[in-house]
């Protein structure tokens, strides 16, 4: 058997446990894992966030975790071209995408090219929409105006 070059993509944008799992899971099951950095671009365009991190400096924290043995910034929505780029053998997502019709198709799609998906399980106590959630009722209940306290 050849080398097993893992591919692990994620925004890792408000940085939690669960990447950390992702990540750590993936090195498990391959000789060299590169994860994949969405870039705030495709953040926008593809799932209309804004990232609260830039691309940059989201790929310098992922870098240094010890799992990872590289990184690669996705600057287009294609993971056929993450491929091309990378050539990884393993993809690795959260079970979260299995049997969606996203998560089908990059089954279908990886299947052509000799690449295998792995799924781990997601970590559902923690993501990032739900930081996201709280940082925004942290924001908005700082901006309220202050109520006058009464004796």
């Known amino acids: 058997m050849g080398t097993r070059i893992g591919y692990a993509v994620g925004a890792f944008d408000l940085f939690h446990v669960g990447h950390l799992n992702l990540l750590r899971h993936a090195k498990q099951h391959c000789d060299i894992l590169i994860a994949g950095v969405v870039s705030d671009e495709m953040l926008r365009q593809v799932k209309g966030i804004e990232p609260v991190i ?9 870098k240094h975790i ?21 050539h990884f053998t393993h993809f690795f997502k959260g079970d979260d995408w299995r049997g969606t019709d996203k998560g089908l198709r990059l089954e279908r799609e990886f299947a052509e090219v000799g690449v295998e998906v792995v ?3 997601y970590t559902a106590h923690t993501s990032s929409s739900s930081l996201r959630r709280a940082l925004d009722a942290i ?8 109520v006058a306290a009464t004796r």
């Open 139 to 146: 924001t908005a209940g700082a901006n309220a105006p202050a």
């Open 119 to 121: 799924y781990f399980p």
């Open 66 to 86: 010890s799992f990872v043995d590289d990184v690669y910034v996705e600057t287009t929505p294609s993971k056929m071209d993450s491929w091309r780029d990378v």
């Open 54 to 62: 830039p691309t940059s400096e989201r790929a310098e924290i992922v």
